[in-house]
């Protein structure tokens, strides 16, 4: 089976992150996203993915040399303008030359969704197009998917206002799609398939069916979120190991190669310290992720946070619930608090507090 996976946002919400890396290509818990998804995709008996990119296209090229992964022959279909997720699959489809029954994913979703079950239920009802629900606690943000008994759609209502939404379950951003659906998408064209295609295949009468599961589900788009799903891979929500080369040390202390950690640290689980990572006397590590060749002073703190590759934090650093890009640097005794990017390069300089802020990535030298 074929898979068009969306990987061509911006990725606004993660900035400045995804400033330099596209958000499908940012590491969760030591493996980029895109790769997690794609191991989900090769899982359920995916055989060929399109990559449909747009934004930092060539980060994607660079990453997947050999136009393969996970023995699926992966083929990239790149947009001069953004094309919206509509647009965006059509594009792609034309591109692979898709002409048969595919999967399409938004390439922000982490999910265990039994994807075979999944086909097995457009089938059964006979739909062009079968939506993945997943339910949530406030749907307010969301698009609300209420369906009939036999899952047929009777509605699309995007973003409700609080306390107003039928129920909490949400589109998920996994679809199975019949080809003629693509006929229904204008060639060429800025359009989107949760707020324009859907809807007007629900208008149609168009057999637009949804499988709500309790599967695990996360969107990640937003630090809160990326944070989140950090927590759940190193908590074991989605599989046993966090990422295959990582051997677990302690109960949920995961570590990757040669590392340098001193006794007198304090690794609390569940923590995943990338290889050549150094933590000296007297730091805490606390449920975070500390990337490849990085360094924890003496007496700095992480806690529930994610430093990526290089990231140097000196004596006294404290990171609480924030992103460090890679080669950041916190210096001596500074703060970095409360969802907190600070991008790539980038100085946080001693003694500041930043709170909830962003910081650009540096400029290059010279
Ligand atoms: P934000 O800018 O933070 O909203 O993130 P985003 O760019 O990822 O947008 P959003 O979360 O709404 O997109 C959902 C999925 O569709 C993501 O996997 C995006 O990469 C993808 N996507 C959004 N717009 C486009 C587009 O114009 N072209 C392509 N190829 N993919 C897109």
Same mark, same amino acid.
């Given at each position: $089976?074929?898979?068009?996976?969306?990987?061509?946002?911006?990725?606004?919400?993660?900035?400045?992150?995804?400033?330099?890396? &596209?958000?499908?290509?940012? &590491?969760? #818990?030591?493996?980029?996203?895109?790769?997690?998804?794609? !191991?989900? *995709? +090769?899982?359920?008996?995916?055989?060929?993915?399109?990559?449909?990119?747009?934004?930092? &296209?060539?980060?994607?090229?660079?990453?997947?040399?050999?136009?393969?992964?996970?023995? $699926?022959?992966?083929?990239?279909?790149?947009?001069?303008?953004?094309?919206?997720? #509509?647009?965006?699959?059509?594009?792609?489809?034309?591109?692979?030359?898709?002409?048969?029954?595919?999967?399409?994913?938004?390439?922000?979703?982490?999910?265990? *969704?039994?994807?075979?079950?999944?086909?097995?239920?457009?089938?059964?009802?006979?739909?062009?197009? =079968?939506?993945?629900?997943?339910?949530?606690?406030?749907?307010?943000?969301?698009?609300?998917?209420?369906?009939?008994?036999?899952?047929?759609?009777? +509605?699309?209502?995007?973003?409700?206002?609080?306390?107003?939404?039928?129920?909490?379950?949400?589109?998920?951003?996994?679809?199975?799609?019949?080809?003629?659906?693509?006929?229904?998408?204008?060639?060429?064209?800025?359009?989107?398939?949760?707020?324009?295609?859907?809807?007007?295949?629900?208008?149609?009468?168009?057999?637009?069916?949804?499988? @709500?599961?309790?599967?695990?589900? !996360?969107?990640?788009?937003?630090?809160?979120?990326?944070?989140?799903?950090?927590?759940?891979?190193?908590?074991?929500?989605?599989?046993?190991? &966090?990422?295959?080369?990582?051997?677990?040390?302690?109960?949920?202390?995961?570590?990757?190669?040669?590392?340098?950690?001193?006794?007198? +640290?304090?690794?609390?689980?569940?923590?995943?310290?990338?290889?050549?990572?150094?933590?000296?006397?007297?730091?805490?590590? #606390?449920? %975070?992720?500390?990337?490849?060749?990085?360094?924890?002073?003496?007496?700095?703190?992480?806690?529930?946070?994610?430093?990526?590759?290089?990231?140097?934090? +000196?004596?006294?650093?404290?990171?609480?619930? %924030?992103?460090?890009?890679?080669?950041?640097?916190?210096?001596?005794? #500074?703060?970095?608090?409360?969802?907190?990017?600070?991008?790539?390069?980038?100085?946080?300089? @001693?003694? =500041?507090?930043?709170?909830?802020?962003?910081?650009?990535?540096?400029?290059? @030298?010279?």
């Amino acid at each position: $089976m074929k898979a068009v996976v969306l990987v061509g946002g911006e990725g606004t919400r993660l900035r400045p992150l995804t400033s330099t890396t &596209p958000k499908p290509l940012l &590491p969760i #818990a030591g493996r980029p996203l895109v790769e997690r998804q794609l !191991l989900w *995709l +090769a899982a359920h008996g995916v055989d060929e993915v399109v990559l449909s990119l747009g934004y930092l &296209p060539d980060a994607f090229v660079e990453h997947f040399p050999g136009n393969e992964f996970a023995s $699926m022959r992966l083929i990239y279909a790149v947009e001069q303008e953004p094309l919206g997720t #509509a647009g965006a699959i059509r594009f792609a489809a034309e591109q692979a030359g898709i002409e048969e029954r595919f999967v399409v994913c938004n390439g922000d979703v982490l999910t265990t *969704l039994d994807l075979r079950a999944f086909v097995e239920f457009h089938l059964e009802h006979g739909a062009a197009a =079968t939506i993945h629900l997943s339910q949530v606690v406030d749907p307010s943000a969301l698009g609300v998917v209420p369906t009939y008994d036999d899952g047929e759609v009777k +509605a699309f209502i995007e973003k409700p206002a609080a306390g107003t939404a039928p129920s909490n379950w949400i589109n998920a951003g996994t679809y199975v799609l019949e080809p003629e659906v693509l006929e229904r998408i204008p060639p060429a064209l800025a359009t989107s398939i949760e707020r324009e295609t859907f809807p007007r295949l629900l208008e149609d009468r168009g057999r637009l069916y949804a499988l @709500a599961t309790d599967d695990y589900w !996360l969107d990640v788009g937003t630090p809160e979120k990326y944070l989140e799903a950090h927590a759940d891979v190193l908590g074991g929500r989605i599989g046993s190991s &966090p990422v295959p080369d990582a051997r677990e040390e302690a109960p949920g202390v995961w570590v990757q190669g040669d590392v340098d950690l001193a006794s007198e +640290a304090s690794l609390e689980a569940p923590v995943l310290i990338g290889e050549g990572v150094a933590v000296a006397a007297g730091a805490r590590v #606390a449920g %975070s992720a500390i990337g490849a060749g990085s360094s924890v002073g003496p007496d700095a703190v992480v806690d529930r946070s994610v430093l990526l590759t290089g990231v140097r934090l +000196a004596r006294g650093a404290l990171v609480r619930e %924030s992103i460090l890009g890679i080669d950041a640097v916190v210096e001596e005794g #500074a703060s970095v608090l409360d969802f907190s990017i600070v991008g790539a390069g980038a100085n946080v300089p @001693a003694g =500041t507090t930043l709170t909830g802020d962003r910081v650009p990535v540096a400029a290059p @030298a010279g």
